[in-house]
């Protein structure tokens, strides 16, 4: 089995477990909004007594926060559902739960699947576990937690943080946009803002309990305020963020392309806090594709925004999605893409197979692209952006950037790590002066394709 998430607590030792206390542990997939929910999660759990704990064995209560965006995700998840059967069998008092998007979508149909599940908990329905746990243990029957829609914008809720510099906070829920590809809507539901007023003070009490820099979540921020006038719009808010003096530093994601205007650029130029990185998934190349996967703008479009970004803030970085092998892509097509690669030189692309996904439109149509094909085109597509995200990083050696450290490296625990207000991770050898959380002056020695490498200097 996969490692559990880790939630910022004090882990009890496997040694000292007390039998009279009840554990949790969670398993995450998917994302940013689905790893916070599942802080979201544990800190209910915590609230009604459960302490966490890295190990299934010692679990009274095991809960998976699912995905449903590919089916491939789809099919691992239920095997992970699946290994947990023996535990169960081992253990018959343990709790089983499934959250998340997949949640949503299936329902009651995991049970039929899954019998050795005890709770179901939709999107909607994140902020109710503490009267859903207490319902399962007064009548000892399996609970279906699933609203079709939202009925409001749920209430804050105790919340366990995983990590201790950086946190994410949700500015809002669900999203309006349909594209054909995408399951998103139809499982997180409408876009729905949560009041300045309580963004703006849980920011505040992230910075007092030392956290350095925050992460503003959504599905399409740039739709922030759409929905009401109560609240201005996201380049309010990004203005208002950037006032909060207990922190160091404002990302946020993910943008959609379409909304985000000559309003939030210039905020974020005149701010002080608000990270210089856009990350705008084009998705395609082709203004044929584009139409098919109702985007809402054209190639020309997105170039015109890119050439604004880059005149108002020249050293911002810039990177995007791409989806490979879309249904109608011929060769011409995505030939089109690649030579939009080339044009507009992203730092990065986050490149993705299309994946057929049963309930949006795209997985109905027509002139699907054989596997091969489309593993081919990754391969092209992924060729052409290494080589142009080495050339860009290659420009930082020899120069000094700053960076929070935010720990050891993954891979080496002699190697500390950070990232820029650009977003570029930053290794380099730890000298035993640094401390997590605070900013570092780093000189790049080493340009790899998606890394720096370099020294701290005083």
Known sequence: MSKP????????????????????????YGCQMNQHDSERLAGQLKSIGYEYTESLED?????????????????????KIGELKNLKVSNPNLIIAIAGCMAQKDKEKLFKKAPHIDLIIGTHNVHQLV???KEFEESKDRVLAVWDQAERLAPDVPTIRRGKISAWVPIMYGCNNFCTYCIVPYVRGRERSRPLHDIIEEIHQLGLDGFKEITLLGQNVNSY??????????ADLLKAVDQVETIERVRYMTSHPRDINDKVINTILNSKKICDHFHLPVQSGSDAILKMMNRGYTTDYYRELVRKIRKAIPHASLTTDIIVGFPGESDELFQETLEFLKEIRFDASYTFLYSKRSGTPAATMTDQIPLVVKKERLQKLMDVQNDISLEINQQFTDTVVTVIVEGPSQRDENRLMGRTTTNKIVLWDKQGTEEVGQLANIKITTAQTWILKGKLID
């Not at 939630?7 to 969670?26: G, H, M, R």
């Not at 679990?59 to 095997?79: D, H, M, P, Q, W």
């Not at 305020?225 to 996201?234: A, C, L, Q, S, V």
Request: aromatic share 14%.
């Open 5 to 28: 998430d880790q939630y910022n607590v004090e882990i009890p030792s496997n040694e000292v477990k007390d039998s009279n206390i009840k554990y949790f542990t969670t398993y995450t």
């Open 59 to 79: 679990a009274s209560f095991i809960l998976i926060n699912t995905c449903c965006v590919r089916e491939s995700a789809e099919k691992k998840i239920y095997g």
């Open 131 to 133: 009267e859903i746990v």
């Open 225 to 234: 305020g759409n929905d009401t006038k109560e609240y201005g719009d996201f």
